[in-house]
């Protein structure tokens, strides 16, 4: 039997509830210790793994910890810096070009507001999205990653593939208040039990809620 718009509703608010219980520390993986160093982590994290970011940010962020340091920096030697993650030399243009637009613009101060964020170099939705809820508490959208679109097609809460689309169907099922710490749980959820190549039904706590349970077919 096809499930209906409310009962669709109440699974997804038992599923918030599920994951809130099971990871109730969950937080941005990014390492950081202020917006700018979110911002400029989360423009690195495009098509890389957060592990090589923070590996790389580790030492980026003590070599320019201001936003005038990267808009000075000498573009070959910021490239250089950042040469380990995937797209380099267009991240290393974004964050310079970034950083000279909130110097002109902001008094080097992050925007908070998403029409403004996403006017900057290499800020789409999702990083805005990011950095909004995570460094300001700020919930203008649900940030989906990989882990967040893989998971919420297994569990029924989106038939769309596309980021934006399944952004919307999460905004409609989920109470504002939950936008930002659920994906941090589900990301943390999809890197713990529910992995790609194997997850671990057995040990999952939204199994009961998830149609897509390899247990299901096997009690079927």
Request: charged share 25%.
């Amino acid at each position: 039997m096809k499930e209906t718009k409310e009962q669709l509703k109440t699974r997804a608010q038992q599923i918030v509830r599920a994951l809130k219980k099971t990871y109730p520390d969950a937080t941005c993986a990014l390492n950081h210790s202020n917006p700018v160093e979110l911002l400029i982590a989360t423009i690195l994290s495009a098509q890389c793994t957060d592990e090589r970011v923070n590996i790389v940010t580790s030492t980026l962020f003590r070599k320019y910890p201001t936003v005038a340091d990267y808009a000075n920096a000498d573009p070959a030697e910021l490239e250089h810096d950042i040469n380990s993650v995937n797209f380099f030399r267009n991240k290393a243009k974004s964050i310079q070009t970034t950083a000279r637009l909130l110097l002109e613009k902001h008094n080097g101060e992050l925007p908070r507001t998403l029409e403004e964020l996403t006017k900057l170099a290499g800020v789409g939705r999702k990083t805005a999205n990011v950095v909004l809820g995570t460094a300001f508490g700020i919930p203008t959208g649900v940030v989906v990653d990989t882990h967040v679109s893989r998971l919420t097609q297994l569990l029924g809460l989106t038939k769309h593939k596309d980021a934006e689309k399944i952004e919307q169907d999460l905004m409609e099922l989920l109470p504002k208040k939950e936008w930002i710490d659920f994906s941090h749980r589900l990301i943390w959820h999809g890197r713990r039990v529910c992995k790609a190549r194997k997850p671990n039904c057995a040990e999952c706590s939204l199994e009961s809620l998830c149609p897509s349970s390899s247990l299901k077919s096997q009690k079927g």
